[in-house]
């Protein structure tokens, strides 16, 4: 089933989105890249030493990433940005999608170790921003601490077909109230939703 960088799951035709291969996903597939990634599609252009600075690594390790993940089609310059030897940084996409499916049965066992790196950093960063909401919820207004957040789990006997057809569904939902509240909207702020749909042994 689909997976995508961002947590969300739109159609790869849509608003920008790319579809990634099996060569693009090997390109992808560093933590530190996905992060910088992530970084940029968050909070918007920035350079090497920016990022550096909010990752909390070298600009020389995030200048060499961001020059990989260039040369795979997941950043770009922002040249109205740049000046003199300054060279800033943008996402070439809002998020990115692929068959995690195919390619953790692909014949290439580094395609395979590709998608297996890049699920483990997603299912780490999903940890790491809902650890860092707990840590920090009473710093936000009452409407969102009391009614803005949920955590909640279900359990339900689906078949394959079934499960496939239910995370349609939540995508379908989540993608209709995208764009509803315009940029700068008092009291609004940027929401993220984790999905996270997997089988359970009975015993």
Not at 158 to 179: A, F, M, N, Q, V
Request: aromatic fraction near 8%; glycine fraction near 8%; charged fraction near 30%.
């Amino acid at each position: 089933m689909p997976a995508t960088e961002d947590g969300t799951e739109p159609p790869a035709e849509a608003e920008n989105v790319h579809k990634v291969d099996a060569r693009t996903l090997r390109g992808l597939a560093h933590p530190l890249r996905l992060r910088l990634l992530a970084a940029l599609r968050e909070y918007g252009p920035a350079t090497a030493s920016g990022l550096a600075d909010r990752l909390g690594e070298s600009s020389g390790a995030t200048s060499y990433h961001l020059r990989q993940l260039a040369a795979y089609g997941f950043v770009e310059d922002d040249p109205e940005r740049g000046k003199g030897r300054e060279r800033w940084w943008r996402a070439a996409h809002r998020g990115t999608v692929f068959d995690s499916s195919r390619f953790l049965s692909h014949p290439d066992p580094e395609v395979r170790g590709a998608v297996d790196v890049v699920l483990h950093e997603i299912a780490t960063t999903h940890s790491q921003e809902l650890n860092t909401w707990i840590g920090t919820m009473r710093e936000w207004p009452d409407a969102w601490r009391q009614e803005g957040w949920d955590i909640s789990d279900f359990q339900v006997r689906l078949t394959p077909d079934l499960c496939e057809e239910l995370i349609g569904k939540i995508h379908e939902l989540i993608e209709s109230y995208r764009g509803r509240v315009p940029e700068g909207t008092e009291g609004s702020a940027n929401v993220r939703s984790h999905v996270h749909l997997f089988p359970r042994p009975a015993e």
